[in-house]
Every structure is written in C-alpha cells, then in structure tokens.
C-alpha cells in the first residue's frame, strides 16, 4: 500500500465547507483513493473512494489530483456530527489488499 | 440488513483468563477483517478470511491469539491465555470482495479490558 500523509489535526466551523488533505506520493496506477472517519467510540466508517476522477456522494465530495499524488476530502456543510477522526487509505486490490490505517486527521467543528 | 454484528461490547477479564469474542459479518460478505486498536498503535489488522478460510494472520500479535470462522455468518478471536497488554478495542469487519474499490464495513468494535 502507498503511505499517505494527513495533518494530524484541523478545525473548521459549523455549517463552514471543510477541505482535508492527503498526500499519497508513492501511489500507483492501480491503487484506489480510500476515505474513512471514526466518530468517537464508533467503529470507522466508509465515506467515499476513487481511482482517476473526481467523486461525489451524499456525505462528501473527493478531490484527486491530476498526477494523483494527493487529493483532497470536501465537506460541503460541516456540522457538529461530523467530529471525528478522518483516515486516507490507499491501496489496490486483490490478495494483498488490506486497508492500512495511519493516525488520521482529528476534525473539529466548532458551534 | 443490520450491519456487522459483535459481542460483548465490552469485556472486563482478569489477565490469565480466555476471552472470546464474537463477530456476525454482514450477509452475502465473503471477506471477514479482525482488527485491533490501541491509543499507541492505532488500528491494525490481525487476520482476515475469505470464504471462512483464514487468508493472512501476519498481523496476529503471538500465539495466544487464534481466530475461527466456522461459517459464512460467524467468527470468533479468541485470546488464551490474556493479559493486561491486549487491553484494546477489537474490531471486525466484513467486505463483499477485495477489488480495489471494494468497502469495509465495521462493527461497533469490542472494548476489552484484562486486569
């Protein structure tokens, strides 16, 4: 799995748009752009994936850079339930595959 | 459907004693993840399945620890004999496959406590 680097913390205010990063510079052709967050005392959560191109879904929107050595998680309208802990996971498929978590990004959102 | 399923909740155990814990995977999901979380080490993979077959338990921290998967909709991590160190919340997760772009879906976790 490429290693991805993610601030350790970031704050944003209610109802404000959120932009977290994620660098994933040893990332290869094949390797998927993976979003999780952990609200307190949860188990983590799927917020969204990609290859190539931009995403969007329901819950957020994914960024990806044109070379694809970072990309960017956009919440569009943090509220207070989105507190938590957001980790970027690269990684390609098949029998090796697993999921690598690293310490994540701890969001804030302030009231 | 209701989601992966684990129990207890929470353990509270004297080190020496076995500890069971107890994962119902979400049905239709052929992958089944174990993994563990301390505030030192974050979250990390112990072992996972395919089909009910153990695929890689390179993440298993010592012989005390074994997992079984004896069906399609049940799982156990079991550690014998426990102690104060393996003090964690533990996690399972199921998965309908390992394409890339495939997702895991995690239970509520197991906190366990060994005194």
């Known amino acids: 799995d490429a290693k991805t680097t993610q601030p350790n913390s970031m704050e944003s205010n209610e109802e404000e748009p959120v932009h977290l990063p994620c660098n994933h510079s040893t990332i290869s052709g094949t390797d998927y752009i993976h979003w999780y967050r952990q609200l307190p005392s949860q188990g983590p959560e799927y917020v969204i994936h990609g290859l190539t191109s931009n995403v969007n879904n329901r819950m957020a929107s994914l960024a990806i850079a044109e070379d694809r050595k970072s990309s960017t998680l956009i919440l569009h309208r943090a509220t207070l339930r989105d507190a938590a802990v957001y980790y970027c996971i690269s990684g390609s498929g098949g029998s090796n595959y697993k999921l690598t978590f690293g310490k994540g990004t701890l969001l804030t959102v302030n009231p | 459907d209701a989601g992966v399923i684990q129990s207890p909740r929470h353990e509270v155990t004297e080190m020496g004693q076995e500890v069971t814990l107890r994962c119902k995977p979400i049905s239709g999901h052929d992958y089944l993840f174990w993994y563990r979380q301390t505030m030192m080490r974050g979250l990390e993979l112990l072992i996972y399945f395919n089909n009910n077959v153990p695929i890689d338990d390179s993440g298993m921290p010592e012989d005390r620890f074994s997992a079984k998967m004896p069906n399609a909709s049940f799982s156990t991590l079991k550690i014998q004999p426990s102690e104060p160190r393996d003090s964690a919340v533990y996690f399972c997760?199921?998965?309908?496959?390992?394409?890339?772009?495939?997702?895991?879906?995690f239970g509520p976790g197991t906190r366990l406590t060994v005194l």
């Open positions: 997760a199921s998965s309908p496959g390992l394409v890339g772009g495939d997702t895991q879906y």
